[in-house]
């Protein structure tokens, strides 16, 4: 490197630097306007469905004494040690990445299973099975339903989050190149870096309708639904997100829950 070619590579830097400032400072801008106007929405339309799981439905099927599996939890698992400590849990970790299953924190998982969730068959042992945001990763969610009752005693529950196939977003997600999406995601959204966003996502099967049917094919009774109807992804720019109301309630109307951002379920696991 030439004593001309430092300077100008440090200028470049810092041009990028306050180039992505400026648009992530646009991006609070609009997100701060899109919140304001979200404010006039009924609650129903405004509760994060990923939130709602983690915080609301989930912690009361965490009983104590346990055997819980996470499915797809990978780096990112469901259950804090925390909460693995005070309940005396024991926390079974599949993933399909022996790398990801490695990432999480030590301790977490009593043991790991490294498979295709699609093809996976449990020992029927399980308490619990939590499957959060990972349905719409599977390339067959019929196989991967299989696999979550396979891993559940007579009694035992499921607790599954996804978005949905009819989403907006979803649908975009399905159109756009892989890598495209990656760049465009970490740019605009950082904090989505350090989760599972930005894994490639099929949403096969990954409808409401579609899951309680397969439920009730592979034993499993629905004890509760739940439709969410927010998404953070159209809320960095006002246009985008006036649209987006519009659309989704044009599309409410027209196919109902099917057409939600994003879903929950409970599912027991029927005696034999």
């Known amino acids: 490197m030439n004593r001309a070619s430092a300077p100008q590579s440090e200028a470049a830097k810092i041009s990028g630097n306050g180039g992505r400032s400026l648009l992530l400072a646009f991006v609070r801008w609009n997100t701060n306007w899109t919140e304001a106007l979200d404010q006039w929405l009924p609650l129903q339309l405004r509760l994060d469905g990923h939130q709602e799981f983690k915080k609301k439905l989930l912690p009361p099927l965490l009983l104590p004494g346990s055997k819980v599996y996470d499915l797809g939890g990978g780096s990112q698992p469901s259950v804090s040690l925390k909460t693995k400590s005070d309940l005396a849990l024991t926390v079974v970790g599949l993933d399909i990445s022996e790398d990801e299953l490695k990432a999480a924190p ?15 068959s449990g020992a029927g ?72 966003d930005g894994f490639p996502a099929l949403y096969d099967n990954c409808t409401p309708r579609d899951i309680e049917q397969l439920s009730l094919r592979n034993g499993l009774a629905v004890e509760q639904a739940f439709t969410y109807w927010r998404t953070s992804y159209f809320m960095i720019l006002v246009p985008a997100y006036l649209l987006w ?11 109902g829950r099917q057409a939600a951002e994003s879903f929950c379920f409970v599912l027991r696991k029927r005696d034999s």
Request: glycine share 6%.
């Open 106 to 120: 030590v301790g977490i998982y009593d043991q790991t299973v490294v498979a295709d969730l699609c093809t996976y």
């Open 125 to 196: 042992d399980g308490d619990l099975v939590v499957c959060q945001a990972t349905l719409e990763h599977v390339r067959d969610t019929a196989g991967a339903m299989r696999a979550i009752a396979s891993c559940l005693k007579p009694g035992g529950r499921a607790a599954i989050f996804a978005p949905c196939r009819n989403a907006a977003f979803a649908r975009l997600n399905l159109l756009l190149p892989q890598e495209l999406k990656r760049r465009l995601l970490y740019a605009l959204f950082p904090h989505k870096a350090e989760g599972h």
């Open 245 to 255: 109301r519009i659309w989704q309630r044009l599309a409410f109307y027209a196919v």
